[in-house]
């Protein structure tokens, strides 16, 4: 694809009704993302933080926007997924609606806001939902998280689940690939398929083997989306700062980097310390008599 046509979502030939490149400029539903699975569409989501970068892939197509409490290590400076409160998923939730227009925007459950059970689940996301005005919530867990949603989707609160690595489980479960043994890979397929009978719309599968993730997007009618879960999922997710190198220091290996922001953006306030210094700016345009 050349520059020129990587600038705007095709519009042309993927339907009028396709997630993304679609011509509806309507905000996106669960409806929506169900469809999409029915006619085999492959589709994208981005996390994002702030209005600004998330009216950015909204304007570039991007039909599904997850603010992920990633915020912790990606926004906030924190190491790890665990300090994130509600008051930061909600604030910097809200940014991202009034930043778009037709994205489907996710709302992180943040640890320990639906952690001791069901009515604590339904008290934070209805604060996502209502004072952030995301249209569904995500929670980690299969199995142990059934309770929750199925209040949640009761309540009219779309529910999109997380399964493989968790990372609010960090300090019991690290950081490695989810499902590998027999045991674990059918643990993974009860918990898949216990989350869409309890009625969640979209399954995220993150650090878990192509095979796997697979056959458990084969298993489910509702779609998957793969985050380190190989080409057979549904949907593929990044977080945006690593999508487009702004991360610093190491990323995952299934991170693909399409820019270079860390660069761009270091060389462009080199540019104007050096301006400063050399008293090249402000110049004379910049200037009011
Ligand atoms: N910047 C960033 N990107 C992410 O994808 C991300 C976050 N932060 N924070 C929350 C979680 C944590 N995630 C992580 C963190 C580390 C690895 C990691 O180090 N993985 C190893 C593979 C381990 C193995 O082989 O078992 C790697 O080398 O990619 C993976 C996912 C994904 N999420
Ligand atoms: C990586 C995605 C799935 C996530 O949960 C997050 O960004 O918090
Ligand atoms: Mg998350």
């Known amino acids: 694809m050349t520059l020129q046509a990587a600038q705007k979502p095709p519009a042309a030939g993927a339907g009028t009704k396709s997630l993304y490149g679609g011509t509806s400029t309507r905000r996106l539903t669960v409806h929506d993302i169900a469809a999409a699975k029915a006619r085999g569409e492959k589709w994208p989501m981005l996390t994002a933080y702030d209005a600004m970068t998330a009216s950015v892939f909204d304007e570039a197509g991007i039909p599904v926007i997850l603010v992920g409490d990633s915020m912790g290590n990606c926004h906030l400076g924190y190491d790890t997924t665990v300090p994130v409160t509600m ?9 991202v609606v009034r930043g778009t227009k037709r994205a489907l925007v996710v709302g992180d459950l943040p640890f320990g806001s639906y952690q001791e059970g069901p009515v604590q689940a339904l008290r934070n996301a209805t604060r996502l939902v209502k004072d952030a005005g995301v249209g569904a919530i995500k929670l980690e867990g299969g199995e142990r998280s059934l309770p929750q949603t199925e209040l949640l989707v009761q309540a009219g609160i779309p529910v999109m689940s997380h399964l493989g690595l968790t990372p609010q489980s960090v300090n019991t479960m690290g950081y490695r ?24 719309f979209a399954v995220v599968l993150e650090l878990v083997p192509a095979e796997l993730a697979a056959e458990v997007t084969r298993s489910l009618h509702i779609p998957t989306i793969g985050i380190g879960a190989g080409a057979g999922t549904d949907a593929q997710v990044l977080v945006w700062t690593d999508m487009a190198g702004l991360t610093g220091g190491k990323v995952p290996r299934f991170t ?34």
């Open 87 to 95: 008051d930061e998923m909600t604030f910097l939730s809200a940014a």
């Open 177 to 200: 690939v989810q499902g590998r043994s027999d045991e674990a890979a059918h643990r993974l397929l009860r918990d898949a398929k216990a989350a869409q009978d309890a009625g969640a």
């Open 256 to 289: 693909k980097q399409y820019a270079n922001l860390r660069e761009t953006l270091g060389d462009a306030a080199r540019a104007f310390a050096e301006d400063v210094s050399g008293g090249a700016f402000p110049a004379e345009e910049h200037t009011f008599h």
